[in-house]
C-alpha cells in the first residue's frame, strides 16, 4: 500500500523559509516522478510547483514556469526515501495546502494534477505576521 505523508508546514513570517518533508512508504522514491502542488481553500485545481524526475529517466528537477511560487527548490534524500520542498522568501499569497504526489511507475514529469496516481494528505502553510 503506498502512503505518503507530508510534514513540515505551519505559521512562517513573511519573508521566511519553509523546508516541506514528504515521506513515501510502500514505493521507492527513486523510481517515481513525484510532484508538488499546493491549493488555497475555494480553488478546485492543484497548482502544480514542480516535479522531480525518476533517476531512470533522467533524475532531472522541473519548476513549472507559470507557477505563482517560485523560490524553490526540490530536492531528493534516496536512502530515507523522501523528497523536499524548500520555499525561501514567504509572502502571505503562498499560505496554501501543500502536497506531494506520485506519478504511477513509469510516469514522467507532468504539471496536470490529473496524471498523478498518489496524494499525501497535505501540510498546511500560513505565511503571516
Known amino acids: 500500500q503506498v502512503q505518503l505523508v507530508e510534514s513540515g508546514g505551519g505559521l512562517v513570517q513573511p519573508g521566511g523559509s519553509l523546508r516541506l518533508s514528504c515521506a513515501a512508504r510502500g514505493l521507492k522514491v527513486a523510481d517515481y516522478s513525484m510532484g508538488w502542488f499546493r491549493r488555497v481553500p475555494g480553488d478546485e485545481e492543484y497548482e502544480a510547483i514542480g516535479?522531480?524526475?525518476?533517476?531512470?529517466?533522467?533524475?532531472?528537477?522541473?519548476y513549472y514556469p507559470d507557477s505563482r511560487l517560485g523560490r524553490v527548490t526540490i530536492s531528493r534524500d534516496i536512502a530515507n526515501n523522501m523528497i523536499y520542498l524548500q520555499i525561501d522568501n514567504l509572502n502571505p499569497d503562498d499560505s496554501a495546502e501543500y502536497y506531494c504526489a506520485s506519478k504511477p511507475y513509469g510516469g514522467l514529469c507532468d504539471k496536470s494534477q490529473y496524471q498523478y496516481h498518489y496524494w499525501g494528505q497535505g501540510t498546511q502553510v500560513t505565511v503571516s505576521s
Open positions: 516535479c522531480i524526475s525518476r533517476i531512470s529517466s533522467g533524475d532531472g528537477i522541473f
